[in-house]
Nanobody, 120 residues
Framework: QVQVVESGGGSVQAGGSLRLSCAASGSIFSINAMNWYRQAPGKQRELVAAITSGGTTNYVDSVKGRFTISRDNAKNTVYLQMNSLKPEDTAVYYC??????????????WGQGTQVTVSS
């Protein structure tokens, strides 16, 4: 079993910053990609940022230059530093990790989501 727990969401004014954290724990053999998704009301879930086990990162165009994804492999933790936040960044942010456990091949695990609200 793998548990994925996010933290760090909240409310902030436009132009402000937040840092999200996501820790995976349990019977983990290795972690491949670690990703952040978000879903705004009435919209589909979208991939915001991704980081591979080797540290390669990718971002959706709307957050490039403002958000930074990073990971601490020793802690099985991924972070999302969000700067210059805009009202359109308001959404529930979900952590997704691709994990190989000691008794199964790689599969997706999701956190419960954390709310980010940006006011104008």
């Amino acid at each position: 079993q793998v548990q994925v727990v996010e933290s760090g969401g909240g409310s902030v004014q436009a132009g402000g910053s937040l840092r999200l954290s996501c820790a995976a724990s349990g019977s983990i053999f290795s972690i491949n990609a670690m990703n952040w998704y978000r879903q705004a009301p009435g919209k589909q879930r979208e991939l915001v940022a991704a980081i591979t086990s080797g540290g390669t990162t990718n971002y959706v165009d709307s957050v490039k230059g403002r958000f930074t994804i990073s990971r601490d492999n020793a802690k099985n933790t991924v972070y999302l530093q969000m700067n210059s936040l805009k009202p359109e960044d308001t959404a529930v942010y979900y952590c997704n990790v691709v994990v190989r456990t000691y008794d199964s091949w790689y599969r997706d695990y999701w956190g419960q989501g954390t709310q980010v609200t940006v006011s104008s």
